[in-house]
Structure formats: structure tokens, C-alpha cells
């Protein structure tokens, strides 16, 4: 039996965040907001923060492996956001 392949501590700021997404900063806004299985935010100083790679990775694919898109699902609060 293998072991897992271990977790890269990576730290992605919030445009980078924005931009694996593909979403606007509001609409992100928007996710961390109404979506309480979006990772939280990783405090790194007084006034800057960012998110562990592996975790927003891991929103994706749960969000992908249920079918929803943030933008467009019906499942969503989004609806309608614009990105």
C-alpha cells in the first residue's frame, strides 16, 4: 500500500486565488461569504493573507465532482454573479 503523496505548503494570495478560480474579487467575496466549505484564510502578517493551494485545490474538486459551478449553477447563491 502507498502512503499519500505529502501536502506542498503553498500560500496563494487573493488575486492568484481570483485567478484559479476565474471569478472577480467581489464574487469571491461572495464565495467565502455564503459557501461555509470554502477554506478559510490563512493570516500571514497584519495586513496580508492568503489561502493553502491545497485547500482551495480541494474546493475545486468537490465542486467539480458535484457538477456546480460558482457562476452559473442553480444549486448556487451565486447565481447570476458576474465574474
Request: aromatic share 6%.
Amino acid at each position: 500500500m502507498s502512503s499519500p503523496a505529502p501536502v506542498t505548503l503553498q500560500i496563494l494570495r487573493r488575486p492568484e486565488v481570483e485567478a484559479k478560480l476565474g471569478v472577480s474579487r467581489s464574487t469571491l467575496y461572495a464565495i467565502q461569504g455564503q459557501d461555509p466549505t470554502f477554506p478559510a484564510v490563512v493570516r500571514l502578517s497584519a495586513s496580508a493573507c492568503g489561502f493553502f493551494e491545497h485547500e482551495v485545490d480541494a474546493w475545486l474538486r468537490a465542486r467539480a465532482a458535484k457538477g456546480v459551478n460558482p457562476r452559473t449553477s442553480t444549486n448556487s447563491p451565486l447565481v447570476g454573479a458576474r465574474p
